[in-house]
């Protein structure tokens, strides 16, 4: 379990958020049978790219899958770069995390050394990350939040040259690029008999509470209830960059590969309290104006585990369950 996302070992007493399901319209969504996709996983390897909230799905989903394996019989590994991987040997199953929260390159490759106020994108190079899941055969992808700044600096050439040209390009427009090369190299490297993909949509961020009607300057700290009104949507979600995607990945269907877009935006869009706020590990001391102000340092991006993400993992179980069936 990471500190970023235990908010009951953090202090959080308040622990409705644990207990919701999701329940889609004229659907019964089965609920998560850990033994049944671990056999689905059988001599298989399923790695998740992507951003912290990627890796926090990765997380939840080790989390269910732990119960039902004996102490013994499961490991634990970090290659000490991007590439984390949890093994159950009985299986021999492997669940991965690989940290490309772009996945294109970029100067926020670093999985520890990542806060970095001014990103740069190489917006036609993966191929240093692809490399690290070629021959996985579940892929399961995102990449949004790292791409939303107003503009972003796109380098064509080498972090390593002095050479390269550099331009601020519209963040729409970048993230296009980004999703251009990505479906391009699982268009030439993927095997389409044995790979299966996704990507998970966006994962919504809950930091004006003017839009759930509290005052104006409020977040989603102290927020204890979901929000009830159907169809809500907040400014956290880009619904044209939602598009990119769609797009993207329609254009891969009619090339011959498919990819299949897991679409957990709006049940995470009611899901207001269930984010960190304030009960996480913080990897900074806090200043005193910060602790004097919870607001100014609640997390409303991440999700407590467990929580939502275990719902994103009971799609993505359901997917996996009926991959190659009709239904």
Known sequence: MSDQLA????GRVDLDYQHWR?????????????????????????????????????VSLVCLLDKAIPPH?????????????????????RIEFYWAPLLVESNSDDPVSHRLPDRIVRAQAIEKHGR?????DILVFNTYLWSRRPKMNVLWGSFNSSD?????????RSYEMALKTWSDWLEIHVNRSKTQLYFMSMSPTHERAEEWGKSSGQNCHTETEIISEEGYMGKGTD??????????????????????????TQLSEYRKE???????KQWEPLTQEQVSNP?????????????????????????????????
């Not at 390269?164 to 729409?172: A, F, P, R, S, T």
């Open 295 to 327: 607001l100014s340092y609640a997390d409303c991006i991440h999700w407590c585990l467990p929580g939502v993400p275990d719902v994103w993992n009971e799609l993505l179980y359901a997917y996996i369950s009926n991959y190659g069936t009709n239904s």
């Open 22 to 58: 999701w329940q889609p319209h004229q659907c019964d969504l089965p609920r998560f049978n850990a033994t049944a996709l671990l056999e689905k996983l059988r001599n298989k390897r399923l790695v998740f790219v992507g951003d912290s909230l990627n890796r926090g799905q990765w």
């Open 7 to 10: 908010c009951a070992k953090f």
């Open 164 to 172: 390269g040209i550099y331009k601020n390009v519209e963040m729409l």
């Open 73 to 93: 019989l499961k490991h634990m590994h970090n290659n000490g770069t991007s590439l984390i991987t949890f093994t159950a040997k009985e299986y021999n199953a």
């Open 239 to 264: 619904p044209k960059m939602m598009r990119i995607v769609e797009t993207t990945i329609e254009q891969l269907q009619n090339r011959g590969l498919n990819v299949q877009m897991i679409n957990i």
């Open 274 to 280: 269930g984010h960190p706020s304030i009960y996480r």
């Open 132 to 136: 690290h899941w070629t021959n996985a």
